[in-house]
C-alpha cells in the first residue's frame, strides 16, 4: 500500500514562491509517475503538473507553465512543486498522487490509484 505525505503549503502574498513535498512509503517510488492536481472551493479537482518515473517527461497544465516546477528524488522517495509567481488564482488544497503504471496519460485524476491527504495553499492579493 503506497502512502503519500504533502507539506509545504501555507499562506502567502501574490509574486511569492512555495516549494510543496510529497514523501511516499509502502512501495518502489522510483516506478510511479507522480503527479500534482488541485481543488479550490466549489471546483472540481484540477490537473497541474506529472513527472514519470525517471523524470524523463514532464507535463504541465497551461496556467502554471513557467511558472512552477515538478520534480522528483528517488533517493528520497519524494516529489516536489516548486512555486513561483504566485496568484490568488492559484488558492486551493494542493495533493500528490501516484500512478503504477508509467505510460497512461497523467493529466487524468482517474488514472491515480493513490492520492495524499493535501496541503492548502492559500494567496492573497
Known amino acids: 500500500q503506497v502512502q503519500l505525505v504533502e507539506s509545504g503549503g501555507g499562506l502567502v502574498q501574490a509574486g511569492d514562491s512555495l516549494r510543496l513535498s510529497c514523501a511516499a512509503s509502502g512501495g518502489t517510488f522510483s516506478t510511479y509517475r507522480m503527479g500534482w492536481f488541485r481543488q479550490a472551493p466549489g471546483k472540481e479537482r484540477q490537473f497541474v503538473a506529472t513527472?514519470?518515473?525517471?523524470?524523463?517527461?514532464?507535463d504541465y497544465a497551461v496556467s502554471v507553465k513557467g511558472r512552477f516546477t515538478i520534480s522528483r528524488d528517488n533517493s528520497k522517495n519524494t516529489v516536489y512543486l516548486q512555486m513561483n509567481s504566485l496568484k490568488p488564482e492559484d488558492t486551493a488544497v494542493y495533493s500528490c498522487?501516484?500512478?503504477?503504471?508509467?505510460?497512461?496519460?497523467?493529466?487524468?485524476?482517474?488514472?491515480?490509484?493513490?492520492w495524499g491527504r493535501g496541503t492548502q495553499v492559500t494567496v492573497s492579493s
Open positions: 513527472i514519470t518515473s525517471t523524470g524523463g517527461n514532464i
Open positions: 498522487a501516484a500512478d503504477l503504471q508509467n505510460w497512461r496519460n497523467g493529466r487524468y485524476p482517474m488514472n491515480y490509484p493513490y
